[in-house]
């Protein structure tokens, strides 16, 4: 999809079906993921892909927001492998993550499938369910699936404040 239809057209989506999503696609969205840039090209986060009847009841446990996906794609972020700006010692693995995460997000969308950026969700409690995730800063998880014939964008998607009040031109 052409970038500016693109983003323009994304929204959360929240209400998905939970039938499997095809692997070229799944392939496509990670490929995505990984083309992020991220500070010195370090690279500081994973993905973890979770499917199945067993991690969908987990999730469910963890947030409330898992949309009746069947896919779930997790993004954590390393600040042990992270950049650190020298000048304040800003470590920069959740920006690097996060521009891993909007790839991902927005691939899903130029997919056709549907997807929300889920941040709110017991990130303690889903460490004790995946050890693997423990030195992880996890800062989004996206439900994925095909999209619901009766899905619309919420009330929040309209509302962007404008040019005028969010950009300042410095001459
Ligand atoms: C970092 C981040 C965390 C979010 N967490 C949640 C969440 O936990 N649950 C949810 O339903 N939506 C969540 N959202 C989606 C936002 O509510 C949504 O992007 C915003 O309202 C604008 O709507 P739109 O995405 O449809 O344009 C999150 C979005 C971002 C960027």
């Given at each position: 999809m052409?970038?500016?239809?693109?983003?323009?057209?994304?929204?959360?989506c929240r209400k998905?079906?939970?039938t499997p999503?095809?692997?070229?696609?799944?392939?496509?969205?990670?490929?995505?993921?990984?083309?992020a840039p991220t500070g010195c090209n370090y690279q500081p986060y994973k993905l973890w892909v979770l499917t199945g009847e067993e991690n969908c009841r987990i999730l469910s446990e963890l947030t409330k927001y898992t949309f009746g996906a069947g896919t779930f794609i997790v993004v954590g972020?390393?600040?042990?492998?992270?950049?650190?700006r020298k000048f304040d010692g800003l470590n920069i693995a959740v920006i690097d993550a996060?521009?891993?995460?909007?790839?991902?997000?927005?691939?899903?969308?130029?997919?056709?499938?549907?997807?929300?950026?889920?941040?709110?969700?017991?990130?303690?409690?889903?460490?004790?369910?995946?050890?693997?995730?423990?030195?992880?800063?996890?800062?989004?998880?996206?439900?994925?699936?095909?999209?619901?014939?009766?899905?619309?964008?919420?009330?929040?998607h309209f509302e962007r404040k404008g040019i005028s009040e969010m950009v300042t031109y410095l001459d």
């Open positions: 052409e970038f500016n239809k693109l983003v323009q057209d994304r929204y959360s998905l079906k939970g999503i095809e692997e070229e696609k799944l392939d496509r969205i990670l490929e995505a993921g990984l083309a972020a390393d600040p042990s492998k992270a950049w650190t996060s521009i891993v995460a909007t790839h991902i997000m927005l691939a899903i969308h130029d997919e056709g499938l549907g997807s929300t950026w889920v941040g709110s969700f017991n990130a303690p409690e889903m460490k004790k369910h995946y050890p693997e995730m423990e030195d992880y800063e996890l800062i989004a998880i996206f439900p994925v699936g095909e999209i619901e014939e009766d899905a619309k964008p919420a009330r929040l």
